[in-house]
Structures are given as structure tokens and as C-alpha cells.
């Protein structure tokens, strides 16, 4: 299997956990490397401003002198998005449901991302 | 408790407004100061000094009115009052205490010593007693002031700039104690305004400038003014904003600017914060979302990239709108190849008036020219580069 289908079978493993609406493994430099979203959306623009949002997150809480922040969610009554780091070099960003169960997303996020960072290791 | 001058970052500098001080405003013409004079009157009304305030231009109740725009309510001060020169001037009894004729001028100097006797701060629009009583009037400003210093009391001045002559510009910097410019930053149009202290004699201070706001409710607000910089990818922003600011920070990654770059910089008496935009067209939202309420432009190009000139243009005008003011850094001009200025200014095709600097950003050379380049476009007059009445 290539490293881009590898990438593109976690996000279909996320998906499968229902409630996440798109997903996408960007660099952080705010590439798209993989992605999974209907094709009406702007996945490049969506990609970029994951790695602005993640970026400038992480500056945040580093000028406050604390760590790395976990994750960036974003809620809106229309759904949610949650940004969260995947090694150095990448991130990994879902768009969930407006009623999605957050403890549960972030429950799988987090292993998705151990098997990016795996991967792009 | 201590008078002060209620206005904000002066106080800071200057600590108080100490006794037997004359405290002038010189204002632009083409800029509302009336208000710092007020907001003066008002916070040491507020901390209980006796405030008279001489209107000779406008009618006590617009006095009153002009205080209660910004929210101030000095009717209900007891220990504020008009002193109204302006009512038999124009041929209406007066409903104020303390009043008189202003073309009778022994009239106004009986007054005016009452006036200073009774009350710690006293406020004179000393142009507008020029305009009514003519330059013989500076004379009399002149007496007030020593007497006020002669009895401990304090006066305020407002000098609205026009073109007097230099003897009635320089006797009123000759009894002006301290200072304060009041001006306006223009780039074909008026894009703000600043005030600066430019002496206090009770203080060794340096001079420096503060951009404000009017705010109604509210007074003079102090402001940071934003700069831009912007350009082609890998131009060198992230470069320049950390050579020339005092602190700055950017979120860069993968080695290049993803959100913004911040630095803050304290620089001939300015504060200003100078945010950096990334350079890749994928991060353009950021671009137009940043330019937003900048006061000027600092394109970055890389001197030895031709070929990214179409972009950087682009940018340009992305966030030029409005004719905002704007200078091109002409970076890495430490490379061989690094084309001349002269030569970037003719191949992006720039009106010959915008000053193209020569700068190598990782050596920190020419740096604060470009600073000083936007400044002379925003505020300096000509040969000016400090602050100067
Ligand atoms: N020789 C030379 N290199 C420079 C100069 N300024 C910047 N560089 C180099 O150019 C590269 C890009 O610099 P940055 O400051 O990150 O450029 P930027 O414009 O912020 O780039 P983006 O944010 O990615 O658009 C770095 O490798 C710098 O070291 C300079 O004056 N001379
Ligand atoms: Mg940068």
C-alpha cells in the first residue's frame, strides 16, 4: 500500500466512528497531504487555515509559557472542528456534526493521529 | 492629591501637572483638539481642583455641550465654572458669574486676575483671544501665566496653529512650560492623529508621539498604530520583523510564516506593532484579514527574485486600498545579484515617489530606514525627524 492510501484508510477508519463529516492530514506548513471531503469544499483553503488556526494556538499558549496546547476545537451551531498536532510535521483536522459527542471524537483523534505521525515518522 | 493632565501616556511621562505651570496644547489646524484642554479641565475637576474655563468663540451652553459629548458632566461640578467672554461680544447679557467684554481689554484683564485668584486651573483658548482681540492679546496671555506663576496656580492653553506671526508662536512656546503637539497623519487623506510631548520643563523627558482616537462618550484614547508587512514568499517579512522589533514572535512552520508574524517596536518616540503576513497564496484570507486598520505598508520583496515582482505587487494592492502609504524594502541586498533599487522600482512599475530602501534584513542593514521612510510619509514634514512645533 502507498503512504498516501495508508493516510486516506485512517480517515476512513475516523469516519466510520460517525459524526465526523470530513477530515484531512495537512502539513503543517498547511499543505493537504490527504484528505477526505466533499468535493464543494475548498480543501486547500480548509488546510491552510488548520495549520494558521494550530499554529497560532501553540504560539498562544507558548507566549504564556505553557506546553503544547492538545488540540484547537472550534464550535459553531452548525458543527464542530477539531485540530490537533500529528508529530511535527503534520496535523490532523475533523468537521463533526452539530450534535457529535466530543469525548468520543477526541477519544479517536487522538489514536488516529499516533498512527499518522507512525506513518509520516 | 495631585493635578495631572488627565490625557493618557503623557501622564505617565510627565507624572503631574505641578503648580505656577502653564500646560499649552498646539494644535493643527486640521485637527480636533478642543477635547485634550477639556479632558484636562475634567479629570482634575474630578479629583477636586477649582476649574475656570473662558470661552471667547462659542457660547457657554456650547461649551457645556462640547464636555457633555464626551461624557463629561461638568454642570454637576460645583467647582467649575465659565467665564464668558463671549456673550456681550456678541450682544447677549451674560448668564455667567464671571464675564466681560473681551474688545474691552482692561475689562478682561480685571477679570482675569479674579479669575486666577479664585480657582487652581484656569483654561484660556489663547487663539481664539488672538482672533478676537488681536495679536496685542498675547500681552495680556502673557500676564496671566506669570501671575498664575506667581500664585501657585496653573494655567491651560489651547493653540490652534494658524498661521500667526512668529512673535505670537514664539511667546506662547516662551511661556509654555509644556508642550503638547496635536496633529494629524495624513497620506492624501487624513488617516489619524497623533499628540506629542515635546517639552515638560519639570520633567527631563524625551519626546514622543502617541497616535489617538475622539471617542464620544470617552476623550483622547491612545492607540499602538498597526504596520503591515507584506510581500512574496520567502521575501524575508518574518527576517525584518524580528531585525527591527524589540521583541516579536511569528508562528512559522516547516520554515515558513503559516499565521502571522508580531513584533512590537519602540522607535523616535513611536510605539508600533508591526504585524507580518505570511507569504503563500494559500494563506491570502490572512492577508486581507490582517491589513485591516493598518496605517501603512511595508512591502518586502527579494532584491534577486525578478520573477516574484507580479506577486508582490498583487499583494500591494490587496491591502492598498484607500491609498494607504506604503514603502518597498528591497531585501537581501547583502546576495551579488541583488538588483539595485532603482532598477526593482522600474520593473514593478511603482509611481516615482515611493521610496524603494535597499535593505539586508539577516544583517539588520538599512532597517530603520524603511521605518523612517513610512514615518516621513505619515507624520514628518519636511526635514523634520523628531518632534517640533
Ligand atoms: N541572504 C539573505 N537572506 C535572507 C535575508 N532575509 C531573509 N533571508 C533568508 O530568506 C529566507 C526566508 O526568510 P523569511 O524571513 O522566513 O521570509 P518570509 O518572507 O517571512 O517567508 P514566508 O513567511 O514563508 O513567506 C530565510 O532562509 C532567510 O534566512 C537577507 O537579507 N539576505
Ligand atoms: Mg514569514
Known sequence: MSLRSELEEVLKELKATGDIEASAIVSRDGLLIAADISSNVNAEAFAAMSA???GAAETAMSELGKGLPDRVVVESSDGKIVATGAGDRALLVVMTSPKANLGLILLQLGKASKKVEELLG | MKAVTGIPVLDEVVEEFPESKTLTYWIDPEVEGNAFAMQTIYTNLERGFKCAYVTVTISPESVISEFEEFGWEVKEFENFEIVDLYSSYVGFPSKCKYNANPINLEEVEVLMKKVLEKFDIVFLPASSIIDVCGEEALRCIKDWCSLAKSIGKRVVLSFVAWPYSKEVKDGIIEISNA?????????????????????ADWKNVKSRAILFKLVRPGGVRAYIPKILVTGPYNAGKSSFVHAISNRAVSVDRLGTTVALDHGHLEYKGFSIDLFGTPGQERFDPILRMLGKEALGVILVVDSTKPETFPRAKQMLESVTHFGLPYVVAANKQDLPNALPPEEIKRRMVLPNDVPVIPISAVKGEGVYKVIDALLDLLIWREGEDELEI
Open chain 1, 52 to 54: 494558521t488556526m494550530l
Open chain 2, 179 to 199: 508642550l503638547v503637539k496635536v496633529g494629524g497623519i495624513h497620506h492624501r487623506v487624513i488617516l489619524g492623529y497623533y499628540y506629542g510631548l515635546v517639552k
